[in-house]
T-cell receptor
């Protein structure tokens, strides 16, 4: 059975304290791995798509990497506005484009 | 990025009534849209895949007669929760992907409370 597991469940950081979030996946036929950010009471906001092992993408203080078994979201020198729940999701080659299976998320709190 | 608009943002209804939620892609066409449900402190669970001009595909365990999906145009899908009960109270979120390619974008979600 396909699984997407995120760790840790919650992460509390001080402003400027870099850290990494993990997304482990077991998927038959990975089309892509996605990272989203979700603020309370809002829909997920797209961050990155990774398609193949070794791929890396960056956006401001965020950097996502992918291996054959897991993905990491690195947050460098976070600011309070980076506080959110970060969701990892996978798309299978056998599914419709856009159909995603999500992990449980990592709730990140960045304190000043 | 692409814009997906969901309406209403929140709704309170009485038990036994029906509620309709709209999902629109504002600046692109989407043959396929998706409906998710999210309970407090939990992640998004796919309910169904909405296909323009044809029947929706429901995930295992989701009652198709209770959650009616209509995708009448390339920019609009609707989810109707029929005979709502308190256990249907949840956060419902739609997503859509541009037919020309790219990632799926999400609406802002609808908070449904059934009293």
């Amino acid at each position: 059975e396909d699984q997407v597991t995120q760790s840790p469940e919650a992460l509390r950081l001080q402003e400027g304290e870099s850290s990494s979030l993990n997304c482990s996946y077991t998927v038959s036929g990975l089309r892509g791995l996605f990272w989203y950010r979700q603020d309370p009471g809002k829909g997920p906001e797209f961050l990155f798509t990774l398609y193949s092992a070794g791929e890396e993408k960056e956006k401001e203080r965020l950097k996502a990497t992918l291996t054959k078994k897991e993905s990491f979201l690195h947050i460098t020198a976070p600011k309070p506005e980076d506080s959110a729940t970060y969701l990892c999701a996978v798309s299978r080659t056998t599914d419709s484009w856009g159909k995603l299976q999500f992990g449980a998320g990592t709730q990140v709190v960045v304190t000043p | 990025g692409a814009v997906v608009s969901q309406h209403p943002s929140w709704v309170i209804c009485k038990s036994g009534t029906s509620v309709k939620i709209e999902c629109r892609s504002l600046d692109f066409q989407a043959t396929t849209m998706f409906w998710y449900r999210q309970f407090p402190k939990q992640s998004l669970m796919l309910m169904a895949t909405s296909n323009e001009g044809s029947k929706a595909t429901y995930e295992q365990g989701v009652e198709k007669d209770k959650f009616l999906i209509n995708h009448a145009s390339l920019t609009l899908s609707t989810l109707t929760v029929t005979s709502a009960h308190p256990e249907d109270s949840s956060f419902y979120i739609c997503s859509a992907r541009d037919d020309r390619g790219g990632e799926a974008f999400f609406g802002q979600g609808t908070r449904l409370t059934v009293v």
